[in-house]
Structures are given as structure tokens and as C-alpha cells.
């Protein structure tokens, strides 16, 4: 054996030994069933994300920066987060042209804020996705993924035409009406001084139905968060996709009225749906003394800067109100990361892991112990984890859910366009 063979044998034995390594090492990887390693491997989708009017026009709403916000480039990166809905979001006014024109300017905004993170300021860390199947590319070229949404219905007022407009801008789902009815349908929080009467639509009104027909025609999730429990039953029916609730609790462990009772979940699941289950603790756990605490709050600082009392994004940007929070928190504890899974439990037990997924409503006044930004995320696996869910439920819960949803909506715009 000459010197050269001998040198081709070691140098063959040596490449041989590290291929063999590397593939033991991306076994290993792939039999980590650690929390961490599974929370790596699944594509993680927060269902339901508020932003500022201010969103990256301002410096403290940069999205590149680590800011007050609880979801920020930074915080995906740490949390391991890789996808988020961003909302555009309206809060209800009384129904006049002039509130109309107003609303449709605000959610404009908020698009081209999205648009501005996604398109100029930050392309080469986030992409907005516009289909699921962009959604799971984006995730794959290592970047975060934005999916942007509307948060009531109201931003179209009587205009048909805005759905598929706020579509081109790229609104994959619509929350039918907030807080307080709107011209779509009755909300499950009527506003008094709107002069909402308990049921002014009996649930969906004759545009309402147009604007779900249109909806599906467009290829946008009928979002029923929010809505009164008519208005999401006919909903459901109406939509010729499956709908979902993209961020509610289960009313059996939280009676609010803006939670779902068992029956709206089984009648969700039933029509192909899927519940993103929030973590917010008004809608985790019933605590009366924190919620008259808290609405004293909202009145005295609603009062003190002259705004309305749920006007929550100007209160956010008040420091007595940030304060004020702080002290509520302390003396009524927020909910906890388990309490919030004892929600995903129970939905996973009552309509089947298939339907089942979770939001935080972080920067809309989501946010619990444990996850309470985004870069708190790795929690959330942990808890499933440690709750014996495997690796393919984690990754249902943790978007798989919500993208097959997505998937069917846009099978069904496709064939209704066909005709
Ligand atoms: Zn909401």
C-alpha cells in the first residue's frame, strides 16, 4: 500500500465518520422531544396580536427595536415565535357617516403600518404572507411570518366593496363587530350608550349576510370573537367555509359573555372551525373584585385625559393608566400560563384536538404569568409538553389548526370564483 492509498483510506474513514455523525446528530435532534427542541420544530402562530395607531411611525412602536410592546422582532426571535396576526383594530363609535370615514381612515393606517414593517423597514426579518402555503414558505427562509386581520367589522361600515379592498391589503380574517352592535351583527358586549338595545339584528342583519357571502367569495376568515352567540351560530351557518373564534376562552371555566359556551364550540368544530383559545385573564378566570377595580381605573383615567372610557389605546399610552395596571395586577393576580391550558384542555377534550389553538391578545390587554410577551412563548410548549400533548398536537394547536382553516377558506373563494 502506497502512502497516497493509505492517506485516500484515512481521509475516506474520516469523511465516512463525520457523515455518520452528522446524521446521528440530526436523529438526535429529531428525538429531542424536549419542550425547547419541539417548540424549534414547530411553526408557532399567535392568532391574535393589537398594534398602535402609532405602529412604526413612532420610535417606541418600532417593531425592530425591543419596546414596551409585547411583540416585537426581538421578542419573536427570544420567544421563539414565528408567526403573528397582526390586528387592525377599530373600537366602535356611534354609527354616523363621519364615524365611517373616520374608522376606515384608522384601519388604513394600521394597514400601511404592517405593510411598512413588512415591505421597507424590516423585509429582511419578516414577510407578510397572503396564503398559507406563503405563510409556511416565509417560516422556511428563516424569516418571522405577518398575516394581517381586522378586528371589527365596523371598518367597512355599510360599504360592501371595503372587504375586498382591506382583502387587497392583505386581511385574511375579519372579527365581525367588537364592543357594541355594528351594522354586520349584534356583539356579545352591547354598548348602552350607543343605545344598543340587548339584540338589534337578532344576530346576523340582511348586509351581515352579504358581507359573509362576500367574505367567502374574497377568501376571508369569518373571525366570530366577540359576536353575540346568534350572530356566531348563523354565522357559522352562513359561511360556507368554517369560521373561527380567533381569540375566546370557554365560557364553562370563565362565564363572560364574550366567551363560547360548550354548545358554539361543539357547533364550530362541527363546521370545520377552529377556537384559538386567548390568554387574557378577564376571559381565563371570573374575579369580580378585579374587574370593578379595573373599570374604576378605565373611568378615572378616561376622565382625567378627557377620552372615552374603552378608548384602550389611547388609556394604554397613559402612564396612570400603566401604573394603575401594575397595582391591579399586584393586589389580583393575572392568570397563569396553566390556567390558560386548563382552557386548550378543555377545548382539546370536548371538540378534538383538530379545532383547538391559541392567541394572546398581546397589546389588546392579553398577557398572563409566564406568557406575557412574546418572547415568554417556549412557556406555552413547556405547559403542553408537560401535560403529555405530543409533538403533532403541538404543532395543531400552535398554528397546524389554523393554517388547514385558512387552506379551506381559500379553496372555497377559488371555487366560488370558478363559477
Ligand atoms: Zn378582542
Not at 411570518?145 to 382583502?167: H, P, S
Not at 357594541?180 to 343605545?195: L, M, R, T, V, Y
Not at 402612564?319 to 397595582?327: C, H, S
Not at 415568554?376 to 405530543?390: D, H, K, M, P
Amino acid at each position: 500500500m502506497t502512502y497516497e492509498t493509505i492517506c485516500k483510506i484515512n481521509k475516506l474513514t474520516i469523511i465516512t465518520a463525520v457523515l455518520m455523525s452528522l446524521a446521528a446528530c440530526g436523529e438526535s435532534q429529531q428525538n429531542d422531544s424536549t419542550a425547547q427542541a419541539i417548540h424549534e420544530r414547530v411553526m408557532t402562530i399567535d392568532s391574535h396580536v393589537d398594534i398602535s395607531s402609532d405602529y412604526t411611525y413612532e420610535p417606541e412602536f418600532d417593531p425592530g427595536q425591543m419596546t414596551d410592546m409585547k411583540v416585537d422582532l426581538p421578542k419573536m426571535e427570544k420567544g421563539g415565535l414565528d408567526a403573528a396576526f397582526f390586528v387592525v383594530y377599530v373600537g366602535q363609535t356611534a354609527r354616523t357617516e363621519e364615524n365611517y370615514a373616520a374608522a376606515k381612515k384608522d384601519a388604513v393606517r394600521k394597514f400601511e403600518a404592517i405593510h411598512r414593517m413588512t415591505d421597507d423597514l424590516y423585509s429582511d426579518q419578516i414577510g407578510l404572507a397572503r396564503g398559507p402555503d406563503e405563510a409556511r414558505r416565509i417560516y422556511k427562509e428563516g424569516r418571522k411570518v405577518a398575516i394581517i386581520a381586522i378586528e371589527n367589522g365596523y371598518v367597512i361600515g355599510k360599504d360592501i366593496t371595503l372587504v375586498e379592498d382591506y382583502y387587497n391589503r392583505g386581511a385574511r380574517y375579519m372579527t365581525l363587530a367588537h364592543n357594541g352592535h355594528n351594522d354586520i351583527c349584534d356583539s356579545a358586549q352591547p354598548k348602552e350608550k350607543f343605545g344598543d338595545s340587548p339584540a338589534e339584528h337578532g344576530g346576523v342583519s340582511a348586509f351581515g349576510e352579504q358581507v359573509i357571502a362576500e367574505m367567502n367569495r374574497v377568501g376571508m376568515m369569518v373571525d366570530i370573537s366577540h359576536v353575540s352567540k346568534d350572530c356566531m351560530m348563523q354565522a357559522v351557518t352562513l359561511s360556507r367555509a368554517p369560521a373561527i373564534a380567533s381569540h375566546s376562552g370557554v365560557r364553562t371555566l370563565a362565564d363572560h359573555p364574550r366567551n363560547l359556551d360548550d354548545g358554539q364550540m361543539k357547533f364550530l368544530a362541527d363546521h370545520g372551525g377552529v377556537m384559538q383559545l386567548v390568554a387574557y385573564t378577564g376571559f381565563i378566570k371570573i374575579d369580580p373584585v378585579r374587574s370593578a377595580a379595573f373599570e374604576a381605573l378605565m373611568k378615572e383615567v378616561a376622565a382625567l385625559h378627557d377620552l372615552a372610557e374603552d378608548d384602550y389605546e389611547n388609556l394604554e399610552k397613559m402612564p396612570e393608566w400603566k401604573q394603575g395596571l401594575l397595582e391591579i395586577d399586584k393586589k389580583f393576580p393575572i392568570a397563569t400560563v396553566r390556567e390558560f391550558v386548563d382552557h386548550v384542555d378543555y377545548a382539546v377534550k370536548l371538540i378534538g384536538i383538530d379545532h383547538v389553538g391559541v392567541s394572546s391578545d398581546f397589546d389588546g390587554g392579553g398577557g398572563i404569568t409566564g406568557w406575557n410577551d412574546a418572547s415568554e412563548s417556549l412557556n406555552i410548549t413547556e405547559e403542553l409538553v408537560a401535560r403529555g400533548y405530543s409533538e403533532q398536537d403541538i404543532a395543531k394547536i400552535w398554528g397546524g389548526n389554523l393554517l388547514r382553516v385558512w387552506a379551506e377558506v381559500d379553496k372555497v373563494a377559488a371555487t366560488i370564483s370558478a363559477k
